[in-house]
């Protein structure tokens, strides 16, 4: 988990390149290229496997060691019914909160400008196959109750791609 060379057993799955050499997924390659895979950086394990505070039993009457787990937490979500489906949310969420830093910016001409900026993901965000890069946001302003602009927002279960938002 904190050994860099770690990393390359996630590379094994998330850098796909054809025989053609298209690359379908580069997550690996993305992250040796940045900063994180330099000394002192974070290996793949350190963001997507939470290590315990203390020291637990690996086994019953076993030796005491941090142990890390295996839920790989990322932006994968299940949609229909799951099992831990709320607790594989919280777990994304968590990871979100301190991956993207977010503003949102009002010009004097009213319209508004969402920044997102990838702050602590050690690869390019959205990362993944290029079908799974994206991203939505729903923006929403109010006036004590009242809403008064909507953007991106869609009822449950509808895809983003059927959305006929202008914004």
């Not at 390149?17 to 000394?39: L, M, N, Y």
């Not at 990871?95 to 010009?107: D, N, P, R, S, Y």
């Not at 929403?140 to 449950?156: C, P, Q, T």
Request: charged share 20%.
């Amino acid at each position: 988990r904190d050994q860099a060379a770690s990393a390359t057993l996630c590379g094994a799955c998330h850098d796909i390149v054809t025989g053609h050499g298209a690359a379908i997924e580069r997550t690996f390659a993305e992250w040796k290229g940045s900063v994180f895979a330099q000394p002192g950086g974070a290996t793949c394990g350190q963001c997507h496997m939470e290590q315990s505070s203390t020291p637990k039993p690996v086994a019953p009457g076993g030796i005491e060691r941090r142990i890390h787990g295996h839920t790989f937490a990322a932006v994968d979500l299940a949609l229909t019914e799951f099992p831990e489906r709320e607790d594989q949310s919280k777990r994304v969420n968590a990871l979100l909160a301190k991956t993207l830093q977010t503003a949102i910016c009002v010009g004097d001409d009213s319209r508004l400008s969402v920044m997102v900026d990838n702050v602590a993901a050690g690869h390019s965000f959205p990362s993944g196959s290029g079908p799974d890069r994206r991203l939505w946001f729903e923006v929403r302003a109010f006036k004590g109750a009242d809403a008064i602009y909507e953007s991106g927002v869609l009822a449950d279960g509808t895809s983003p791609a059927r959305s006929t938002d202008p914004d």
